[in-house]
């Protein structure tokens, strides 16, 4: 007699992933893992120093770490990202690619060209101190 492993059943079953618009990957832990190294890769062309490229590179190999530690538990991954369905966290993997790509385009790291106007850059509830009674 056969013995399907949950991985396997899993991948096997499942038919949609319920979201409109959403197919189901036949095998989406390898795409993540490409998704996650192409990201990786393009963010190494973006100064070291850049906040963008160091909170993306960290999150992007936490969740390279977990999908590779995974052994093709999809279950276990999608645990893991808490971002719904793998299908899910594939699309959310995409995007940051495309949007690595474009700030490595933008060049969001460099100084702007023209200085922004006085209080521009401040917020509400930075104006006036609070004072303790």
């Known amino acids: 007699m056969f013995r399907f492993t949950r ?3 899993q ?6 992933t319920g979201i409109v618009g959403l197919a189901v990957h036949p095998n989406p832990l390898p795409e993540l893992s ?3 190294n192409s ?5 190494a062309s973006i100064p070291p ?13 936490h969740k390279l770490n977990i999908v590779q530690g995974a052994n093709g538990d ?3 991954v999608e645990k893991q990202l808490d971002e719904g369905q793998i299908e899910e966290s594939l699309d959310i993997a995409n995007d940051e ?3 690595a790509e474009n700030m490595l385009e933008w060049k969001a790291w460099e100084p702007l060209e023209e200085k922004p106007s006085p209080g521009q850059w401040e ?3 930075n104006t006036a101190s609070p004072t303790s009674s």
């Open 7 to 9: 991985p396997l059943l």
């Open 11 to 16: 991948q096997v079953t499942k038919k949609t």
């Open 34 to 36: 490409n998704t996650y």
């Open 39 to 43: 990201t990786l890769s393009v963010l």
């Open 49 to 61: 120093t850049s906040v963008y490229r160091q909170g993306v590179e960290a999150l992007t190999k």
């Open 74 to 76: 999809i279950a276990s």
């Open 97 to 99: 690619l495309k949007l």
């Open 123 to 125: 917020y509400f509830g």
